[in-house]
């Protein structure tokens, strides 16, 4: 299992609140469990942009869009994605857009529980 950065920690009551290990005292691999509970309820998502490849006149580029929760609560929203239509044009996207509109474009999600990632590939022209 891949270890969890968790963004704000005042969201959750973690048990036990540390860990201590000594090598080669204890087995390897050591394992530890730990209890997560929330305080309260949080919502909260991240979004970041990837270019991954390079904006040229004239060819297409294309961007990631990774979005996550890093709330505490299973969360249904949308996200918009904006770009100046003067300069640029849409070309396609991955998932399909719900809504298309100059200069944005909306991706609906529902269901995004606390630490999942999801992500979207857009080309612009």
Not at 27 to 46: K, M, R, V
Not at 60 to 83: A, E, P, Q
């Amino acid at each position: 299992m891949t270890p969890q950065v968790i963004e704000n920690p005042t969201y959750y009551t973690i048990s036990p609140a540390s860990a201590t290990v000594s090598f080669p005292d204890l087995a390897s691999p050591f394992q530890q469990d730990f209890c997560l509970t929330a305080n309260g309820s949080h919502q909260d998502i991240e979004s970041w942009i990837i270019p991954l490849t390079r904006a040229r006149p004239g060819f297409d580029s294309r961007y990631k869009i990774k979005y996550r929760n890093i709330g505490n609560v299973t969360v249904s929203g949308y996200l918009n994605f904006s770009f100046d239509d003067d300069y640029m044009d849409f070309v396609s996207a991955t998932p399909v857009v719900n809504n298309q509109a100059y200069s944005l474009l909306t991706w609906n999600y529902t269901n995004l529980v606390p630490f999942e990632t999801r992500e979207m590939e857009v080309t612009l022209i």
